[in-house]
């Protein structure tokens, strides 16, 4: 079992940034690959980025590579995402989620594939 608590969202301008962080709770959060995953109003979930068990394998939409870093830190029971060069498409409710199987071999990159969410973190970029 594992809960998770999102917090860092807040409104920010254009070129900012701004890190969100996920607080796991659960004995097994390091045999968890973790993503995250964002959604605007009007529209469907969408992946962000995802990193494995291990930390050593990293995925991210193409919409943000280069500008967001998703990391972890077992001994933290800690996910982390750091957004840069944020832009007004960005703005949505930003969810953290630890996948359905522990010790997967590829990084998750759909909603279907994580079992655990996390209640999510406004994050609004004006323009």
């Known amino acids: 079992q594992v809960q998770l608590v999102e917090s860092g969202g807040e409104l920010v301008q254009a070129g900012g940034s701004l890190r969100l962080s996920c607080a796991a709770s659960g004995r097994t959060f390091s045999s968890y690959a973790m993503g995250w995953f964002r959604q605007a109003p009007g529209k469907e979930r969408e992946f962000v980025a995802a990193?494995?068990?291990?930390?050593?394998?990293?995925d991210y939409a193409d919409s943000v590579k280069g500008r967001f870093t998703i990391s972890r830190d077992n001994a933290k029971n800690m996910v982390y995402l750091q957004m840069n060069i944020l832009k007004p498409e960005d703005t949505a409710v930003y969810y953290c989620?630890?996948?359905?199987?522990?010790?997967?071999?590829?990084?998750?990159?759909?909603?279907?594939?994580?079992?655990?969410w996390g209640q999510g973190t406004q994050v609004t970029v004006s323009s």
């Open positions: 989620a630890a996948d359905a199987q522990k010790y997967t071999v590829l990084v998750p990159t759909t909603p279907y594939e994580y079992y655990y």
């Open positions: 990193i494995s068990w291990s930390g050593s394998r990293t």
